[in-house]
C-alpha cells in the first residue's frame, strides 16, 4: 500500500513541479495549489473506477499493477491524495517566499532585465524555488534539496520514457514487424527513447517563451489542447457499452484537430505578456484554456456518442471485463482481433485469460555465439544473454486469474472507502479556508 501510494506520486511529481509551481506560485499566489488538490478526487476515481477495468500500461496505471489486490490499489490512492496536499506547502508557499526575498530577479518585468538574469525575456519567476534553494540553504542542504529536485525529475523521465516506448513498440513497431524478436523490440524501444530525448531538447526554447514563462502553466495548456479527447474516448468506452470503433477512432481525430488548432496558433502567434500582448485572434486564443479543455471535452464526447450510434454497436461478448458494467463477469471473452493462422502461435496474458492469440506476436531468435562488440552491445541495451525458463501453461493462467482478480475482502474495503471520504473532506476544509 505504501509503495503503491509513494509510487504513484513520484510518477507525477517531477522537477517540473518544484520549477513550476513554485514560479506560478511567485507571478499569481495560491491559486496554481488548486490544480495538486483537485488531483486528489482524480486519484480516487482512478482506483474506484479506473483500475477494476483498464488494466493497461501507462504512466499512472502501472504503478498501481504492484499491488495486491484491488483494495490494496484503492489505499494507495488515499496515501497518495494525502501526499498530494503537501505540494501547497512544499513548492507554492515558497515560490511566494522567493518573490518576496529576490524581488528584482524572481519579479523582473522589463524584458532586457529578465533576459540578463535568467536568458528568457518573458518573465523569471522559474527560477523561484532554485534561487530559494541557492542563496538561503547551507552547503549540505543545498546538494540533497538538488538531489530531490534530479530524484523527483529521473521518477517522472523514467514513467514516461516506459510508457512511450511501450506505445510505440507494441502497437506501432510491431503491427508492422509481427515477426519481430525480443531483442529486435530492446532495441528498437531504446532508439525511440533517445529520439524522444533529442525532440525535448529541441523544445525547450518554447517552453521557455510559452504561457510567460511559467512552465507550469505552460504543461497544464498544453495538457488542456491534447489530453480531453483521449480522456473522453477512455472514460466513454469504460462506461458506455454502445461506444464503437468509429466512434472512437473519428471522436480522437476530431477533439486532437481542435486542440491542435488552438495549439498551433499560440505558438506562432505567441502568448505575450503584460507589456506585449499576444495579437492571437479571438477565435483562438480568446477563451482561457482551462475553458477551451471544457469546451473539448464536450464537443469530443457528443462527436464519439453521435458516431456510435450511428454505426453498428459491438456485441456484448467482446466486452466481458473490458466495461465498468461487465467488470465481474466470469463468461468468456471473444477478441476482436483477427490472428493470421499462418503465423506462429505465441501464447500472451490474453490467450491464458480466454484461448485467444494476440495480435503482436513475438518469436524468439535462436541462441548464437556472440563477439565482443555484440556483448557490449547487449550490455549497453540491457539484453540479457542469459536464457529464462518459460513458464508453464497453469503459471501463465493462475497469474492471469490473480492479476484479474477484483474481488475483495469487504472490511478492508469499507476501511479504504473510509478513509477516502475523510480525505475528501480534508480537501474541502482546505479549499473553503484558503479561498
Not at 541557492?134 to 521518477?155: D, E
Not at 515477426?179 to 524501444?189: D, P
Amino acid at each position: 500500500m505504501v509503495e503503491v501510494g509513494a509510487s504513484l506520486f513520484a510518477s507525477n511529481i517531477g522537477s517540473g513541479h518544484f520549477v513550476g509551481l513554485a514560479g506560478t506560485g511567485a507571478a499569481k499566489g495560491l491559486a496554481v495549489g488548486g490544480f495538486e488538490w483537485n488531483a486528489l478526487f482524480v486519484v480516487l476515481l482512478l482506483g474506484w473506477l479506473f483500475v477494476p477495468v483498464y488494466l493497461t500500461a501507462g504512466v499512472i496505471i502501472q504503478r498501481c499493477l504492484a499491488a495486491r489486490n484491488l483494495t490494496h490499489v484503492k489505499a494507495g490512492c488515499v496515501l497518495c491524495g494525502y501526499i498530494k496536499l503537501l505540494p501547497m506547502y512544499l513548492m507554492v508557499l515558497p515560490g511566494m517566499i522567493s518573490r518576496v526575498l529576490f524581488t528584482n530577479e524572481v519579479a523582473c518585468v522589463v524584458p532586457e532585465e529578465c533576459e540578463k538574469i535568467c536568458g528568457t525575456s518573458v518573465g523569471c519567476s522559474n527560477i523561484a524555488y532554485p534561487k530559494l534553494v541557492v542563496a538561503l540553504m547551507p552547503n549540505g542542504l543545498r546538494g540533497l534539496m538538488l538531489a530531490v529536485m534530479l530524484a523527483a525529475l529521473m521518477s517522472s523521465l523514467a514513467s514516461i520514457f516506459n510508457s512511450s516506448s511501450t506505445l510505440f513498440t507494441m502497437d506501432i513497431w510491431a503491427r508492422f514487424r509481427k515477426g519481430a524478436s525480443n531483442k529486435e523490440l530492446m532495441i528498437v524501444g531504446r532508439i525511440w527513447i533517445l529520439c524522444i530525448v533529442a525532440i525535448s531538447i529541441a523544445w525547450i526554447p518554447v517552453v521557455q517563451a510559452a504561457q510567460s514563462g511559467q512552465l507550469f502553466d505552460y504543461i497544464q495548456s498544453v495538457t488542456s489542447y491534447l489530453a480531453p479527447p483521449i480522456g473522453a474516448v477512455v472514460l466513454l468506452g469504460v462506461f458506455v457499452k454502445r461506444v464503437n470503433e468509429p466512434g472512437a477512432f473519428w471522436g480522437l481525430i476530431g477533439g486532437l484537430a481542435m486542440g491542435l488548432c488552438r495549439m498551433i496558433a499560440e505558438f506562432v502567434y505567441g502568448t505575450g505578456s503584460c507589456i506585449f500582448p499576444s495579437s492571437c485572434p479571438f477565435i483562438f486564443c480568446g477563451i482561457h484554456y482551462l475553458h477551451f479543455a471544457i469546451i473539448l471535452f464536450s464537443c469530443t464526447c457528443m462527436l464519439v456518442l453521435i458516431i456510435s450510434f450511428c454505426t453498428p454497436p459491438i456485441e456484448e461478448k467482446h466486452l466481458h471485463r473490458l466495461v465498468y458494467s461487465l467488470r465481474y463477469s466470469c463468461e468468456k471473452r471473444i477478441d476482436l482481433d483477427i490472428v493470421d493462422e499462418n503465423k506462429p502461435k505465441i501464447k500472451t496474458q490474453e490467450e491464458a485469460e480466454n484461448g485467444t492469440t494476440d495480435k503482436h506476436l513475438v518469436t524468439t531468435e535462436p541462441k548464437q555465439k556472440k563477439n565482443l562488440f555484440s556483448r557490449c552491445f547487449s550490455w549497453f541495451c540491457g539484453i540479457s544473454s542469459e536464457s529464462v525458463p518459460e513458464p508453464t501453461e497453469q503459471e501463465k493462467a493462475e497469474a492471469m486469474r490473480k492479476m484479474t482478480d477484483i474481488s475483495e475482502n469487504r472490511v478492508w474495503s469499507n476501511v479504504v472507502n473510509i478513509n477516502a471520504i475523510i480525505m475528501m473532506c480534508v480537501a474541502l476544509f482546505l479549499w473553503g479556508f484558503y479561498a
